[in-house]
Structure formats: C-alpha cells, structure tokens
C-alpha cells in the first residue's frame, strides 16, 4: 500500500511517503519482466565453495536500517535478546525453509549467535551473518553436488519396489543429525523426482539428461551468489520480526519496485529468462523497441552485450540472470548491442548475429487497467456491462512531480475507460480487482472518488497519532452514478480492500467473489544510501471502523474458493493484529443492503447446477484433499495406482466440463493438455466468475428498475 511522495527529511536520504502494492501477483510480474527484470533463478552451488564477506558499505546501511525501523515503525520493538533470537529463527527459515540443507551439528554451532545478533545489528557487524551464510552455502553445494552423484551414477540403481516415503513439508521438521541422514533425506527427494519423471511416461536416458541438467545448472549458478544476496536475506529477516510486510530493497530490487509503480522503464522491451548457460529471449512487450526493431525474435539466445554502436562485447554465456539484465537497461536514446544465437540455429554451429538496439520508454500496458464489454440476460432484458481490470493501484510520482500532464495512474486510465464504456451504452460496470495485489493508497482512495460523490474514503492512523480521514477531494465529480460490482478473491489485498471496503461500507456497489487478503498495513519507502526500506508506518480502517487486517473484505456474494485458498491471505501476520475504530461521518446509498437477500437467492438458483461452478467446487475440495497429505510414497505400484487414480478424477471432471460447454470430451490427460495450451490465449472462453458477477450486476439493474416503477408508497414498503 502506498500514499503520495512527501519528502522529509532522513539520516541518509530522502523519506519517500510512498508505499508498496505488497501483492503476490505484482511480485511476480516484477520477476518476469525482461530486459528489464530477472526471472527467477535457482540458488546452487560448485565444486569449491564460495566464502563470501560483506562489502563495506552494508554494515552502514544495516545501521541504518535498524535506525529507521525503532525510530518510525508502526511497531515499537526494542532490538534486545528476544528479537535476536526471532532474527536468528527467521534467517535459518529464510535460508532452508525445508530444513534439508543444515546439519543439526551445524545449528548447534550457529547457536553461538543467537543472542548477539541484536549487538551485531546495531554496530553493523556483519560477519555473524555471512557465518552462517557461508556454511548454508556450504551445505547447499554438498547437497546438490550429492544428488548429481546420484543421477551420474545411473538412476537404475533406484530401487522402487521398497516401501519408503518421502516426506513433502518439513518445516517444523528437525534437522538431519549427521551427513549420513542428510544424505539419505536427498536420495529419497532424489528418487522421488526421479520416480515422477516415470510416471511421465520419460525414459530413463531422457530422465538422467534433464535432472542431470538441472543439478549442474544449480551448482554452476551457486558459483555466482554474491554478497548482496546473503546481505538482503539478513536484514530481511530482521525486517520481518515487526511484520511480514516490512522489508529492505537492495539496489536493484528498488529499481524493479520503481518500474511496477510507474508502469514505465526505459530499455529494449523484452522478457528474458534462462535457458541453461544462456541468456534467452522469453518474449518481446509490444510496441517495445525490441519489437519495432523486428531483429530480437522469441527464443534467441544472448550470449554477449556491447555499450554503444563500438563498445567491446561482453560474454554473458553462464553469466546470472539479473547481471545480463544491468547490462542490457540502459537511458532511452542510447544504443545496445546483443550477440546472439538465433532461435533456428543450433549452439553448437557457431553461428551469430549482432542486433543493435535504441533504447527507449517502455509502457507495461499489460499491468494497466484495461475493459470490454458483456451482454447478458436478466429474464427481462439483455444487459450490457462494462469490465474494468484493475491489474494494480499504479501511479508515476516521478512525472507527476515533473509536472508532465501524461503521467499514468489507475485513476486516470479507470476515468478514461469509463467515458469509453459510457459511449457504448453500458447499463453496468463491473470492477474486477482479482489477483491485485495494492500499490497506491493515494491512487485507491482517488479511484473510490470516481464512484462517489464526495465524502470519506479511507482512516490512516499511524502510531500514537490520531485516526486521519482520508476522503474523495474533486468537488462531487462522479465518473459513474450507474449500477456497479466489485469483483474480488484471495489474492486482492491493500489498496483493493480499501477501494472494495469503501464501495461496499456505501452501499454502491455489490462485492462478489472471496474473502480478501487481509493486509490493513501502509508502508513507507524510505531511501537509504544503498538501496530502500519499505517499512510498516501505519494501519488503514474502513470508512466503517473495521480493520481489513488478517480478515479481509468479505464479499455480498461468496463463490467458490480457488484451490490451495486456505494457504492464501495474511491469516498468520500476528504482529499486527486486527482492531477497530470510530466510523467515519458517511451517508450510505442504501440501495444494495435491501436486495442483497433477493440476489443472493437469484444467484444460488442459478449457479446451483451450473458446470462451471460445479468445476470449481470440484476442484476446490480436491485440493483441500491433496494439500492434507504429508507424505509421499516411493514404491512404484502404489504411486501407479495412485495417479492413475488422479489421472482419472481429473479426466472425468475436464470432461464434464467439457462436455457441458458444448466440445468433444478429451480421450486423454495428453490431449487434454495440449488442448489448455492453445485455450490459454483462446480469450472467448468463458470466465464464469466474472460472467456470474455481470449477471448479478444485471439482477440488480433489474430489480432496481422494477421498484422505480412502483408507486411511490409501495416502493418504500419493498426497500
């Protein structure tokens, strides 16, 4: 969450009162931009291990950091034993979060650090850390370099016919006691991996090629961990003992969390991946200069990067990911050059080709909000509703401060697809917030502005202040008056609760969908010397006194929940509980709360049956099923009879579905498969969620017409 930039003044910099849109979906788009941003990678280790140490600057902005956080976190929490300890826990969870990479003798001789790390924080002493870091690294490499053993031994020598379990989630697990138990833990995550592959139908060559990849690809990837990295996991577990929300942004994460909030960057405009020792070419962001260029294609491979039209090229092949990335941003007007390996040609012929690239400003149209238009039928009229996606509550301080009149946001780009969806006529809008994961708090209560006419929008209180009302400030301007829904689910959190709390505490609009996140916390970005702290400064309220926080915003009309939702939402955030305060002074429409009985009935008459929600209880109950295993059997014949047995719910529940819509059943998993491929930019597929939403929306227009049209007396009796 995130209010406007005021500057004050800090220690080591400016005080950005900006935020963050803290949302899963945000992260991971983050993670996949190209050029631009990294995918992720994953952590291994090499023959030799690597020591790191800190860098010299790091145990100031440690300081710093420390500083900040007891000098304005929302929390007060003095930095003693006690928060040693929880940092201590914290670090180890960070690092091996499965505990399998750890010895138990290595945690007995870490222990020594338990209660110094508070000292160590406060004089930015660093090697504590990075101790415990490199012995991580230690057992990481040792670990990984085991399972290529493994694999380079034969996987033949696996011997499925033994009755042995391989346990899934070990995070309240002790520790392997020595190597030899450490060693047989990974054999059997080993084997296990091998075993799914069979069950894939691969052959062994094929098996021992792929894992056998995999591994080296890990080892050689843990030769390139640096410094920064041991450093940003330290302080984040010292971040996260005030709140999960709370969190130290190394240089490079801060220009990343920049990019998302602007939805702008200057660079090539690809999405980048890796793909073994090389850099490839994932996809190209439309209308990006890549793209204009038509040279970059899809699937070609970077193997070195030149500043300039004459800079030296330099070899990037095995180099990390988010390295490769520094080299190719660069300001808009300057010029990069890639060598690569086109997508046709083999890596072994040698052959390459030189694109030279103007870099320039890049729009993340695909994080914009963006509609289109639905018809659909009440019983008494088609109705045509609006969609309006709001990816992400977006805004570009930075333009804005410069004064340039076309600076982005989710409010201006939401008001200019209003009047669009007005010209067509349409007798509804729905506001989909799904998978939005907040951004702007300032941007939130400006977007709430558009369906109001004035009054409060959100409380902000920060510590040992008073409760502040934050309200819709544009002089009564309405972007709509007509009939409106929020959609929401899981993983709509912060700036979505408030603008679906805010719709809702009115009565004006009607809420479907599930259970909101739960995160009621405003961060502040403060910058540091080296890199930012988006730190917890306040919590935000409902106009209605009620706190969004470990609750949520629960929806007028509940639907299913989606697979794996009751391993969503900020439930176990402790630190900052849930509470509330005095209402705001606000007028509610009072139109929704009356039909709300009316429209539920309407809504479960008519979903009672219905395939595609029959498909998504389905769906929801398995993986409530499945999430209660804990253990995973190795002996061959159980897990046959096992997946065949999945295989075959599965099968069975697409087909219903399929069916239903109207297509052939699919006569395999394979087929069925290839099918959700090419649907997966099929977009005339339905969105059954989004269509019930629009026909709730259209049973309130219904409904709503019906009593205007009533005596004046009769009607008053009904509402």
């Not at 991971?28 to 190209?34: E, K, N, Q, V």
């Not at 300890?85 to 670090?91: H, V």
């Not at 679906?500 to 009607?510: E, F, H, K, M, S």
């Not at 709300?596 to 219905?610: I, K, M, N, P, W």
């Amino acid at each position: 969450m995130e209010q406007a930039p005021q500057r004050t003044q800090a220690t080591r910099g400016a005080c950005s009162l900006s935020a963050t849109a803290s949302g899963r979906r945000s992260a991971a788009f983050l993670g996949a931009l190209a050029f631009l941003v990294a995918l992720p990678t994953p952590l291994a280790g090499a023959d030799d291990v690597i020591t790191l140490a800190p860098h010299a600057r790091h145990g100031e902005t440690s300081v710093a950091v420390v500083e900040w956080l007891n000098r304005a976190h929302f929390i007060r929490k003095p930095l003693d034993d006690a928060a040693s300890s929880d940092t201590f826990d914290r670090y180890l969870d960070l690092l091996d979060p499965s505990r399998v990479h750890f010895l138990a003798e290595d945690i007995r001789e870490l222990e020594q650090y338990r209660f110094v790390l508070d000292d160590a924080l406060k004089s930015g002493e660093l090697e504590p850390a990075f101790d415990i870091y490199n012995r991580f690294h230690q057992r990481l490499t040792e670990r990984l370099s085991f399972s290529l053993e493994r694999i380079e031994k034969g996987i033949d020598r696996f011997d499925f016919d033994l009755d042995e379990m391989v346990e899934i989630d070990r995070a309240e697990a002790s520790w392997p006691m020595h190597e030899e138990e450490a060693n047989d833990l990974w054999r059997r995550r080993v084997k296990g991996t091998v075993l799914n592959s069979m069950l894939r139908g691969r052959d062994n060559e094929e098996i021992s090629e792929r894992l056998g990849k995999r591994y080296r690809n890990q080892l050689r990837q843990a030769r390139q961990v640096k410094s920064e990295d041991a450093f940003g996991l330290y302080v984040n577990a010292y971040a996260a003992t005030f709140d999960r929300h709370t969190q130290y942004f190394s240089p490079r994460d801060s220009e990343t969390f920049n990019i998302n909030m602007s939805l702008s960057l200057e660079g090539i405009g690809a999405v980048l991946g890796p793909e073994d020792d090389y850099t490839s070419v994932v996809r190209l962001l439309p209308a990006g200069p890549a793209d204009k260029g038509g040279q970059l294609k899809p699937a070609d491979r970077i193997v070195a990067v030149g500043q300039g039209k004459y800079g030296a090229l330099i070899d990037v092949i095995g180099m990390r990911l988010d390295d490769v990335v520094e080299l190719i941003r660069g300001p808009k007007g300057s010029v990069v050059r890639l060598q690569v390996i086109p997508a046709a040609v083999d890596d072994t012929s040698g052959e390459t080709s030189i694109v030279s690239i103007t870099r320039n400003t890049v729009r993340l149209e695909e994080q914009s909000a963006q509609r289109q238009v639905l018809t659909v039928n009440d019983g008494i009229a088609d109705r045509r509703i609006g969609v309006v996606e709001v990816p992400t509550f977006y805004i570009d301080f930075k333009a804005r401060q410069e004064g340039r009149p076309d600076y982005r946001s989710t409010t201006r780009d939401v008001r200019r697809l209003i009047d669009e969806l007005k010209a067509e006529n349409v007798d509804g809008i729905v506001v989909d917030l799904r998978n939005n994961g907040g951004g702007s708090l300032e941007e939130a209560s400006s977007l709430a502005g558009l369906f109001i006419p004035s009054g409060p929008t959100v409380q902000v209180k920060m510590a040992r202040r008073d409760t502040r009302v934050q309200s819709d400030n544009d002089n009564g301007f309405v972007a709509w008056e007509g009939p409106m829904a929020v959609l929401v689910n899981r993983l709509s959190a912060s700036a979505s609760e408030i603008f679906a709390g805010a719709i809702q505490d009115y009565g004006r609009g009607v809420v479907t969908g599930n259970r909101t996140f739960g995160k009621g916390t405003v961060q502040t970005l403060i910058e540091l010397d080296r890199g930012q702290l988006k730190m917890t400064q306040a919590k935000f309220y409902r106009i209605s006194g009620l706190s969004p926080q470990s609750q949520g915003v629960a929806p007028d009309i509940h639907f299913p929940d989606p697979p794996g939702a009751d391993r969503l939402g900020n439930d176990e955030d402790e630190s900052i509980g849930w509470d509330r305060v005095e209402p705001a002074h606000y007028r509610s429409s009072g139109e929704i709360g009356p039909l709300l009985g009316t429209l539920r009935q309407r809504h479960e008459r008519r979903v009672a049956d219905d395939p595609e929600f029959n498909y998504l209880r389905e769906r929801a109950d398995r993986s409530r099923e499945i999430t209660g295993r804990t253990h995973i059997s190795l002996l061959r014949t159980e897990r046959e009879a096992q997946k065949e047995s999945d295989d075959t719910w599965t099968l069975e529940l697409e087909n219903t579905l399929l069916l239903a819509r109207g297509e052939e059943p699919a006569t395999s998993l394979e087929e069925l498969r290839e099918r959700q491929v090419s649907a997966e930019t099929d977009e005339s597929l339905p969105d059954p969620l989004l269509k019930e939403t629009a026909h709730v929306l259209a049973d309130f227009i219904g409904l709503t017409r019906q009593v205007a049209m009533l005596p004046q007396e009769t009607a008053t009796v009904v509402r």
